[in-house]
């Protein structure tokens, strides 16, 4: 068993809210520069750069997630993260048909793209990203589940699209056994306030910019023996399960 530092709550350029030097490689090193092991990548309702990001972390030594950030119904966020790739952009494949579409506009939102795994634009995103979708709260841990991912409310302690914001209590009745805080000094008077004593708690920068991402990141334990950056990522993901 060893401890990993994580962040499993990154945006790249492909969100409209990121910075453009928010691309796979330019993440994936400053990841390692702030001490971060485990990393995943997390742009609003789609995963598509999440092939580039998964070279760049080859290259950097850094284990890679496949992830989203969802936006539900509710316009609530949910952190969704994925064992393979694979799964990953599945899910990707079956959100795209439960967004609501509207026409990005990029003077007003910026732009939405799609890097290789050398930072090379390969495409754009047309239709804005940070809609709500058509999937509910309470909808999206079976959906998740169905590509072999977890996932889990995020930024529960941020007024913008905090659960706990919008429904003024943590949405138990949804099943979650994991939470996201932003801040760590939330998060015993959050655990305490909403009865979240028996909920893992992560937390994780949500990073739209290169300077958000933190050297002082949390640690998670994890059996590596015999190691294999695969290893780790599925043993993770075992153990988040087993919560």
Request: net charge negative; hydrophobic share 35%; aromatic share 8%.
């Amino acid at each position: 068993m060893s401890l990993y530092t994580y962040d499993f709550h990154v945006h790249s350029c492909l969100s409209p809210c990121g910075d453009r030097d928010n691309t796979p490689n330019n993440i994936a090193g400053m990841a390692v520069l702030n001490g971060v092991q485990i990393m995943a990548l997390t742009d609003h309702n789609s995963s598509r750069n999440c092939p580039a990001f998964f070279e760049a972390a080859k290259r950097y030594g850094l284990i890679p997630i496949a992830g989203m950030e969802l936006t539900t119904s509710e316009d609530i966020h949910v952190v969704c993260l994925f064992e393979t790739l694979e799964e990953a952009l599945a899910f990707n494949d079956e959100i795209d048909t439960r967004r609501i579409r509207v026409k990005n506009r990029e003077e007003i939102f910026g732009e939405q793209l799609i890097l290789d795994g050398e930072d090379n634009v390969v495409g754009r995103e047309e239709d804005l990203l940070i809609n709500a979708t058509t999937v509910s709260l309470d909808e999206a841990p079976g959906i998740v589940a169905k590509y072999n991912g977890i996932c889990y409310p995020a930024h529960i302690d941020r007024p913008a699209n905090g659960a706990i914001e919008i429904l003024g209590d943590f949405p138990h009745y949804a099943g979650f056994r994991i939470a996201e805080i932003q801040d760590r000094s939330n998060k015993e008077e959050y655990i305490k306030k909403y009865g979240l004593e028996n909920l893992k708690i992560l937390i994780s920068s949500d990073a739209h910019y290169l300077t958000s991402l933190r050297e002082d990141n949390d640690t998670i334990e994890v059996d590596d023996e015999p190691y294999s950056s695969a290893l780790v990522r599925h043993n993770l993901f075992e153990y988040l399960r087993s919560l």
